[in-house]
Nanobody, 115 residues
């Protein structure tokens, strides 16, 4: 199993920036992909950004050009740099880790963007 812990959420004004972190521990060698999702009340969890073990990245259209996913393998950490934040980015952000036989989630970190 993989244990994921997010941090870095908080309250920020529109136009501001935040950097989220997700530290992985456990059976991390078998992780194929690391993801960031977000969720607001009453809505399905939305995929925000992904980074594969090979370093390929993908983003939701709504965050392209504003968010950047990156990783530090030495620290087993994936980051989500969020710039030019908008009120509609307000959500609980979750990191995820895909392995061949399962998917693991962190506990989430709240991001609130005030207008």
């Amino acid at each position: 199993q993989v244990h994921l812990v997010e941090s870095g959420g908080g309250l920020v004004q529109a136009g501001g920036s935040l950097r989220l972190s997700c530290v992985a521990s456990g059976s991390i060698a078998s992780i194929n992909r690391r993801d960031w999702y977000r969720q607001t009340p009453g809505k399905q969890r939305e995929l925000v950004a992904t980074i594969t073990s090979g370093g390929s990245t993908n983003y939701a259209d709504s965050v392209k050009g504003r968010f950047t996913i990156s990783r530090d393998n030495a620290k087993n950490t994936v980051y989500l740099q969020m710039n030019s934040l908008k009120p509609e980015d307000t959500a609980v952000y979750y990191c995820g880790a895909e392995r061949v036989y399962d998917y693991n989630w962190g506990q989430g970190t709240q991001v609130i963007v005030s207008s």
